[in-house]
């Protein structure tokens, strides 16, 4: 059984169109995705999309995923249970971040596969790695403006990555295509820059830009783009909530986009029958990732008694796309220091609209430790979870106190993965059924 | 001027527009289109207030984790980057 | 290099930082030290519910005490005193009902019976089918979510050294009194207070006492903002919901249903299974709930012992070792009882009798 939050699956790199889209040019996203669904299709697997999985738990023998479909609340129960959770998209804090206007990078691309839609007229794209000119040149090919590429990288750091990218040359070539029509077209590339403010009240009207040191602070220099509408990316982060709820200790490896599920190559972790796949334990990538799936089912089988051998050339084509993989996510987090771009004033935690200086002053006060910020300040009680201020908020203790980031580990995630309309749980009952426990002793 | 990058704008083909409604104003979208995108292409951006100082928000992330698209639908909250837009869809927000 | 203290608390929640506070005024050099942040255990996750309705008769007094306590905190901790309702939905419950909080007004809580028009015009969302209901004025909540920043500021003002990250892993005794050895330097202490919530038992047993301590694993869960649909805090008749709406908008869920997991691993899991009939209950109770998301649900362990009294004395065998917890209602009579422990330690006689840990646990508490 395939369950997965989306209409289709794919993920969010081969994200299917929505049913709006009656037809459109193929791109190599599409053809991907399209070819992933057909082969799924013809599979037998069962699919239940749209669907959320709110908490899995650990019962006897087997697991229990607790899902959510059409408001209705569901369970399964399995034997074996590989979670292929992938990634969330980081975003630096930078005064108007919480624009209407503003998306992420990754989200952006969202918009293109699903909608085929704009994020507005001229857009600002903002981002490292090679995900800002993949956005960019999406919007040049679906009719719109780029009104300039930002991104912290230099040309530089991307001549010293050439050695681990030669491995794709296709990727390559298809990255060193986008870069020259976006030059052909005249569009400003700033390399080695950031955006470190986006102005405007409902809506955005434009950034202001600095170039960055090498330690990722801002330098002096403002220039100052006229846009309708941002792209802001700030890397990719594994996302290890639902691993985490089933009992998967998580680690340190900025190398692998920050804190990751602690998981073998093969996909087994520390708690029985539970398998990891993909960028959820390291983000190393799609290509990367579809291989690691394959590994991860090899072992699931065998955990199930059905017998399947291990495939070294499998093993070593994994490895190869990972090298690459592993390069892009370095190069995401050159000159990102998650809090370099933020004012006292700026709103770190978008949920509860708290600054960076609530946030310091908290942690002056005693509070070390990311549970610790959440329960005084509530920065990461929100409606997100802590998803988008956890590393700025880990970041900021970690200057107070001098300590390593690794040794500050994010919030206890609490369950549910999703929030969960009260009335899915509940469902239809009779009160006299609710199996209500002896009362507390007088 | 050479394009290495093609345009495809003119290439996409889209089901038919049916109408909607946020807070009352009256909208068109293409059945089926995901809402996110149809508010943001109807040049609906401020989907919402923000609780802590009531600043205006609207969609972000895009992938139903940062709920900063929240709208209400029949009375519920939901993520507008999961619904897909139908005919005479109410769309409501606490703006 | 180690260090010196007069007395050394083991727990840094509510009783051992309000102890610890109150030796402290007393002349006392305490150092108080957490396996965690101060106040991130059942005193830092529980659902806040200050309610005389809840509390057990024997311990009435001590819970009258406590709501003062919590009032004199105030804005710190988000206390508000709301008033609140227990309701009845079965003719068992309207019994039980009419049972229990005869006994709890009759104890000296401000209890009163009170009609179905007076609760519906009072709360107007509620069910209608509310069938017997208590008020209480005197009940309320606090945000528990405070408790840690509060006390590492009280801690600070009266210049008693906390240490966050310092599990002790294993106690020794030399001339001078108590030898803790944890990851980093030794702490010395001539006395030693151990409130160390539900883990107790492991740590009693560093100093060869085993303690009859268990752990209850209770279920909070807290909605995302809504618009205005509670005032006050609303129990049932069982116990087995609390549920209130906070000035924020969002509302909490609690009512101690059962989660699964132990101190000793370290993490408490929700488990749908009592999750569900929890938001059941309170959907029933408050049928607009149906619409809210819930956002966050998480377990806290409460310790008690088979008589469900507090321990509150000297630790059985091991003089100059005092203990503290196990106490029903830990979150409202806490600070109370931490100042009465630390009175006790001081060698003053309390204001109210502590709960001697030595006592046979089989009889009712003396």
């Given amino acids: ?442 | 001027m050479i394009r290495l990058v093609p345009d495809h704008s003119a290439r996409i083909q889209r089901t038919e527009k049916v109408p909607f409604t946020f807070d009352g104003v009256a909208l068109m979208g293409c059945a089926g289109e995901n809402l996110a995108a149809a508010l943001m292409q109807a040049g609906v951006l401020h989907l919402r207030n923000a609780p802590g100082d009531g600043a205006p928000r609207g969609a972000f992330c895009m992938m139903a984790l940062c709920q900063e698209c929240v709208v209400f639908v029949d009375g519920q909250s939901v993520e507008s980057c999961r619904l897909t837009v139908s005919s005479g869809l109410v769309v409501k927000s606490r703006r | 290099m180690s260090e010196n203290h007069d007395i050394a608390v083991i727990g840094g929640g509510i009783m051992g930082c309000a102890a610890a506070l109150r030796l402290a005024s007393g002349g006392m050099a305490p150092i108080v030290l957490d396996r965690g942040d101060l106040g991130q255990g059942a005193s830092g996750v529980n659902a806040g519910t200050l309610s005389l309705q809840i509390k057990r008769v024997r311990l009435m007094p001590y819970a009258l005490k406590g709501h003062e306590e919590w009032a004199r905190m105030g804005d710190a901790v988000g206390f508000r005193r709301t008033g609140g309702y227990t309701l009845a939905f079965t003719e068992r419950e309207a019994e039980l009902l009419t049972e229990r909080q005869t006994l709890k007004a009759e104890a000296g809580a401000p209890i009163e019976f009170v009609t179905n028009n007076q609760i519906l015009t009072a709360e107007p969302n509620l069910t209608r089918r509310v069938l017997a209901a208590s008020y209480c004025r005197e009940d309320g909540y606090a945000n528990s979510s405070l408790t840690g920043q509060y006390y590492r500021g009280r801690l600070r003002e009266a210049s008693v050294p906390y240490r966050e990250r310092c599990a002790v892993t294993s106690i020794t005794r030399d001339t001078q009194g108590f030898v803790l050895h944890t990851g980093g330097p030794a702490i010395k202490a001539r006395r030693i207070l151990l409130a160390a919530g539900a883990w107790l038992k492991p740590v009693a047993a560093m100093l060869g006492v085993d303690l009859p301590v268990d752990a209850r694993i209770n279920t909070v869960s807290v909605t995302e903002r809504m618009p205005p649909l509670l005032t006050t805090v609303i129990g049932h008749a069982t116990g087995l919901l609390t549920m209130k709406q906070k000035g924020n908008g969002t509302i909490l869920i609690g009512g101690g249903w059962q989660g699964r997991g132990t101190p000793q691993e370290g993490r408490g899991e929700v488990t749908a299974d009592s999750l569900i009939p929890n938001l059941s209950l309170a959907q029933f109770a408050l049928p607009e709930l149906g619409q809210a998301r819930v956002l966050r649900s998480w377990t806290g362990f409460e310790a008690n012992v088979p008589d469900f009294y507090p321990l509150a004395g000297e630790l059985p065998g091991v003089p100059d070792a005092f203990v503290l917890g196990c106490v029903r209602g830990g979150y409202t009579i806490g600070p109370y009882i931490g100042r009465l422990m630390g009175e006790f330690i001081l060698g003053h006689s309390p204001e109210m009798p502590v709960f001697d840990p030595g006592r046979d646990f089989e009889k009712d508490a003396t």
């Fill in chain 1, 1 to 442: 059984m395939l369950i997965d939050e989306q209409g289709q699956a794919g993920g969010q790199v081969w994200r299917a169109k929505d049913r709006s889209i009656l037809s459109a040019p193929a791109t190599p996203e599409s053809r991907s995705g399209d070819n992933l669904r057909e082969r799924l299709a013809a599979s037998g697997v069962r699919q239940m999309t749209d669907t959320r999985v709110w908490q899995i738990e650990r019962q006897g023998e087997h697991w229990v995923i607790h899902t959510l479909r059409n408001g209705a609340a569901g369970r399964l129960h399995s034997r074996a249970v590989i979670l292929a959770t992938g990634a969330r998209e980081e975003a630096q804090p930078v005064r108007g971040w919480t624009t209407p206007g503003v998306i992420g990078l990754a989200g952006a691309t969202a918009l293109f596969k699903q909608s085929i839609r704009l994020p507005g007229r001229a857009s600002v794209v903002a981002g490292a790695g090679p995900l800002v000119f993949f956005v960019a040149s999406e919007i040049r090919r679906l009719g719109g403006t780029v009104a300039a590429v930002v991104t912290p990288n230099t040309r530089a750091d991307w001549l010293a990555r050439l050695p681990s990218m030669v491995a794709r040359p296709d990727l390559l070539w298809r990255g060193g295509r986008w870069v020259a029509d976006l030059m052909l077209a005249g569009v400003p590339i700033y390399w080695g820059h950031a955006v470190k403010s986006v102005s405007g009240d409902d809506q955005v009207t434009g950034v202001t830009l600095c170039r960055l040191a090498a330690d990722g602070t801002p330098l002096p220099g403002d220039i100052g783009i006229a846009a309708d509408s941002v792209c802001l990316g700030g890397g990719l982060a594994p996302s290890t909530e639902a691993a985490q709820l089933a009992g998967v200790a998580i680690r340190y490896r900025p190398e692998l986009g920050g804190w990751v599920s602690e998981a073998e190559l093969d996909g087994s972790t520390a708690r029985e029958g539970l398998f990891l796949a993909g960028d959820g334990c390291g983000i190393r990538g799609a290509v990367a990732a579809e291989l690691h799936g394959q590994i991860v089912a090899r072992t699931a089988l065998r955990h199930i008694g059905q017998a399947s051998a291990s495939d070294p050339a499998l093993e070593r084509a994994y490895r190869r796309a990972s090298r690459f993989g592993e390069a892009m996510t370095v190069l995401s987090a050159l000159r990102a220091d998650p809090i370099g771009l933020a004012t006292p004033d700026t709103i770190v935690c978008r949920c509860e609209s708290l600054t960076r200086r609530t946030i310091e002053v908290e942690i002056e006060s005693g509070a070390v430790s990311s549970n610790a910020v959440k329960s005084g300040q509530r920065a990461g009680m929100g409606p997100c979870g802590g998803k988008y201020c956890q590393s700025s908020v880990a970041r900021l203790i970690a200057l107070h106190e001098n300590r390593a980031l690794s040794e500050i580990a994010p919030p206890t995630p609490r369950p549910p993965i999703r929030p969960v309309p009260v009335s899915a749980l509940a469902g239809d009952f009779d009160y006299d059924d609710l199996p209500m426990p002896k009362p507390a002793p007088l």
